[in-house]
């Protein structure tokens, strides 16, 4: 009832307030997480650090993944299309993705992977890691650079390029199996959550301009409400507004253009006529 009544209070809000030009940040952080709804996660208050990050910073209350299961989503975060909703998907990307984008700005990029074998992996599942959830690992802008795959590193790294100072503009955190929710608990997954965020967020460096956006991929099987369920989303930074709730109807397409935005990068073809989280910001 509590939060029912701050998300009502917030939302009044919403309708009147104006789009607010979106920032430059120097440091973007995309955490996804797994196959959960929003009534799981917040409503009944599955993941307590998750729902107090939401109730501090910005909650994202209407937005929804693009399909069922997994494979789907992640395409369209990075690349602003499907390719395929084939979980056990055994080809290539050749589009036009946000790792194009990067190198084309000479931007520095990183996927953090929990449980990935080794720097520059790019094979098959090995559980708790598993290639569906890592989206870099497909494309040949990727693949085919020595360069470019060495950005795909072991999560642990995540946690040295902070303590040094060395975090890129964008940076991809993937946890496996066992702490992104799928496999374990919603416990395990938040409490893995804080581990990984509390450390950012006293971040010298991300206090200055840093955004962080935690989402997950999809909602449960059961709620396929505009194709992958009603899922939470939430944005963090030091420019963005605080306890509020965007009642924009948003779907992954907007998580990419808004990576753009933040990034100034110009929009990929798919992202053009989406709207980016631009209400989040002060």
Not at 252 to 266: F, K, M, R, V, Y
Request: hydrophobic share 35%.
């Amino acid at each position: 009832m509590r939060y029912k009544l701050w998300i009502g209070l917030l939302m009044l809000g919403c309708a009147a307030a104006a789009f607010a030009a979106m920032p430059q940040s120097k440091h973007v952080v995309l955490i996804v997480e797994e196959n959960h709804s929003f009534d799981n996660v917040i409503t009944q208050g599955g993941m307590p650090y998750l729902k107090s990050l939401a109730e501090k910073h910005t909650i994202l209350v209407n937005y929804y993944a693009n399909h069922h299961p997994s494979m789907g989503n992640y395409f369209t975060m990075t690349t602003g299309q499907t390719i395929s909703t084939d979980d056990g998907y055994k080809g290539v990307v050749e589009d036009e993705n946000l790792v194009s984008q990067l190198i084309a700005a000479n931007k520095q990029w990183k996927a953090y992977g929990q449980s990935i074998p080794r720097a520059g992996y790019v094979g098959g599942n090995r559980k708790p890691f598993v290639k569906k959830h890592f989206p870099m690992a497909y494309f040949t802008n990727v693949r085919d650079d020595d360069k470019q795959r060495m950005n795909l590193v072991p999560y642990e790294q995540f946690m040295q390029d902070l303590k040094s100072g060395a975090l890129p503009d964008f940076s991809m955190v993937v946890p496996d199996q066992d702490h992104d929710a799928h496999d374990g608990t919603l416990q395990e997954a938040d409490d893995w959550l804080k581990q990984c965020v509390g450390p950012l967020l006293e971040d010298p460096g991300f206090q200055q301009d840093g955004v962080l956006i935690i989402t997950f991929d999809e909602a449960a099987k059961s709620d396929s409400s505009h194709g992958g369920g009603h899922i939470t989303t939430v944005v963090i930074g030091p420019q963005v507004k605080e306890q509020f709730a965007d009642n924009t109807f948003y779907q992954h397409q907007s998580l990419l253009a808004t990576i753009e935005d933040l990034l100034g990068l110009p929009r990929l073809k798919q992202t053009e006529k989406v709207p980016s989280f631009t209400n989040a910001f002060k």
